[in-house]
């Protein structure tokens, strides 16, 4: 942005395209743009646009579906975890639609999901023995005296 307002500035000026590239030390085909797009948009038309990158291979109604696969799979009462191979099996299988393996992760986490938040509950989780556990290793139970628990 700052290039841009310079290279406007220097035009304003008086400053050639060349002379300005030169100094910005960018493109002349750059300058080029940016006095054409104030000229004829004015200085607003500078600001950067919106970078959106490659639309997804899926409709907003099949990644809401896949969504939906992944929350219901992530939360098995029987254990288990869903890994990103099993979500690219599951869209290949669901829709006929191939993606790599790193481009699973960016679609999690256009959906807002991660790698770490799909471990589901383990079926013989205890919450209780979970909350007896952290006060242990936190020191904070009162029948362990500190001494007790730096032996």
Do not use: C
């Not at 099996?89 to 790599?100: D, G, Q, R």
Request: aromatic residues 8%; proline residues 2%; positive net charge.
């Amino acid at each position: 942005m700052r290039n841009r307002y310079l290279a406007v500035s220097h035009f304003v000026d008086g400053k050639s395209r060349t002379e300005i590239a030169k100094y910005l030390k960018v493109a002349r085909g750059s300058v080029n743009i940016w006095v054409h797009k104030y000229l004829n948009e004015g200085i607003d038309a500078l600001n950067e646009g919106r970078h959106t990158g490659r639309p997804t291979k899926l409709s907003a109604k099949q990644l809401e579906q896949l969504s939906s696969f992944i929350k219901e799979n992530s939360t098995l009462a029987n254990g288990g975890r869903l890994q990103a191979k099993d979500i690219q099996s599951y869209i290949t299988e669901h829709f006929s639609v191939e993606y790599e393996m790193s481009n699973i992760y960016l679609l999690l986490h256009h959906l807002n999901f991660s790698w770490i938040n799909s471990l589901s509950m383990h079926p013989k989780q205890d919450e209780s023995a979970q909350a007896l556990f952290k006060k242990l290793l936190d020191g904070n139970e009162p029948s362990h005296s500190m001494e007790d628990t730096v032996r």
